[in-house]
């Protein structure tokens, strides 16, 4: 079956760096689309980085740009995002997301929270 599984949340102070990671198996990674979404309390989901199935492109919020990198390594089946100078509004439940034009699948989340 198909799962994405996110990990390497957690809590960093301001400035700091975390590395996530989505482990994608069932399904033909390298065909999809990858994206990190994000959540906060009482906000809604919103989309913070994407990169394409051969990494040819990549797309950030303008929130993230020049702090946050999108990668994949195909033959793991694996997206990245590295965060650095993290900042408290940073603070949300991070979420792998696989798109292609027929099908969207969603790992389970990752809380990763800024705070001193």
């Known amino acids: 079956q198909v799962q994405l599984v996110d990990s390497g949340g957690g809590l960093v102070q301001p400035g700091g760096s975390l590395r996530l990671s989505c482990a994608a198996s069932g399904f033909t990674f390298s065909t999809y689309a990858m994206r990190w979404y994000r959540q906060a309390p009482g906000k809604e989901r919103e989309l913070v980085a994407a990169i394409s199935p051969t990494s040819r492109s990549t797309n950030y919020a303008d929130s993230v740009k020049g702090r946050f990198t999108i990668s994949r390594d195909n033959a793991k089946n694996a997206v990245y995002l590295q965060m650095n100078s993290l900042k408290s509004e940073d603070t949300a439940v991070y979420y792998c997301?696989?798109?292609?034009?027929?099908?969207?699948?969603w790992g389970q989340g990752t809380q990763v929270t800024v705070s001193s």
């Open positions: 997301n696989a798109w292609s034009v027929s099908r969207n699948y």
